[in-house]
């Protein structure tokens, strides 16, 4: 049974800094697309960053191009989500997703972490 439990969110000021987790189990990280998604309150989820399996290579969206960083640690088959100079709009559930396609496709979400940027 594929799981995907994230954790690390939380309230901070703006400016702050989080880290969020993404513990994986019944799947391994480094054969999947593995990406952050947030979705704000009356907004559409949004694809916030992801890193390639294989490689890794990385992309962003522009809103947090240079404050946000994707990492994998495939000794942990965890994915992070460095979280630095945060905005109040940065405010939105978080939410893990793993994608693999082929011949078919596996797509697997976890149930998501509160972030709140306030003052």
């Known amino acids: 049974q594929v799981q995907l439990v994230e954790s690390g969110g939380g309230s901070v000021q703006p400016g702050g800094s989080l880290r969020l987790s993404c513990a994986a189990s019944g799947l391994t990280v480094s054969w999947y697309d593995m990406s952050w998604y947030r979705q704000g309150a009356g907004k559409e989820r949004e694809l916030v960053a992801r890193i390639s399996k294989g490689g890794g290579n990385t992309e962003y969206a522009d809103s947090v191009k240079g404050r946000f960083t994707i990492s994998r640690d495939n000794a942990k088959n965890t994915v992070y989500l460095q979280m630095n100079g945060l905005k109040p709009e940065d405010t939105a559930v978080y939410y893990c997703?793993?994608?693999?396609?082929?011949?078919?496709?596996?797509?697997?979400w976890g149930q998501g972490t509160q972030v709140t940027v306030s003052s």
């Open positions: 997703n793993a994608d693999w396609q082929e011949s078919y496709r596996l797509n697997y």
